[in-house]
């Protein structure tokens, strides 16, 4: 089961423009995580927030949670050509141990 | 240096073989996850560890098995019963659900 769907499936935009990728879930969760992943490599954890947060900071990246609409989105500021790369969000949820993660957003960042 | 190491990073396998992927982690880490991830997909939940000798399926554990013996080790069997076993898998472990997920780097299992 895909707990997390992100949107859109696949982002082209130009260096310097921001991005933006949303993720939607279905049950109540603890937290909700983003990774990155570079094409034929592991992923790398981006940020963690709770569900009693609304809105976290990391250097360019910006999450944000809704948790009445079940909703998350990862904003990428000032985009780079090292950003290409896709993302996904990854739900903790309540009832069991299992972190499970949506299909993710391709972003490519047109030079 | 700590960290998540896979291997092989290739795996080539004759259908109706039986595959071991291996898993190792020197970060200390209780819970440890694989995942199967196909080309242009997401990861889907294969087995899961929150303990020495004890582990869960996840959504697609068919055709699949684990062993979770030392802290440090959880290898993945891609049985011969596993229909569609050419994938990227990729381990993962996690001091705790309110922490991040960190991951190795892959085995690409090619089977033919």
């Known amino acids: 089961s895909q707990q997390g769907e992100e949107d859109p499936q696949a982002l082209s935009i130009q260096e310097g423009e921001n991005a933006t990728m949303n993720c939607s879930y279905k049950?109540?969760?603890?937290?909700l995580q983003w990774y990155r992943q570079n094409s034929g490599r592991g992923l790398v954890h981006l940020i963690l927030?709770?569900?009693?947060?609304r809105e976290k900071h990391s250097g360019r990246l910006r999450v944000t949670l809704d948790t009445s609409k079940k909703s998350s989105s990862l904003l990428i500021t000032a985009s780079r050509a090292a950003d290409t790369a896709s993302y996904f969000c990854a739900t903790v949820t309540n009832r069991d141990d299992k972190i499970i993660f949506g299909k993710g957003t391709r972003l490519h960042i047109l030079p | 240096d700590g960290g998540i190491t896979q291997s092989p990073k290739y795996l080539f396998r004759k259908e109706g073989q039986n595959v071991t992927l291996s898993c190792e982690q020197n970060l200390n880490h209780d819970a440890m996850y694989w995942y199967r991830q196909d080309p242009g997909q997401g990861l889907r939940l294969i087995y899961y560890?929150?303990?020495?000798?004890?582990?869960q399926k996840g959504d697609i554990a068919e055709g699949y098995s684990v062993s979770r013996e030392k802290k440090e080790s959880f290898p993945l069997t891609v049985t011969s019963a596993q229909k569609n076993p050419t994938a990227f898998y990729l381990c993962a472990s996690t001091s705790g659900l309110s922490s991040p997920l960190h991951f190795g780097n892959g085995t690409r299992l090619t089977v033919t």
């Open positions: 927030i709770r569900s009693n947060e």
């Open positions: 049950t109540s969760i603890n937290n």
């Open positions: 560890s929150q303990i020495v000798n004890d582990f």
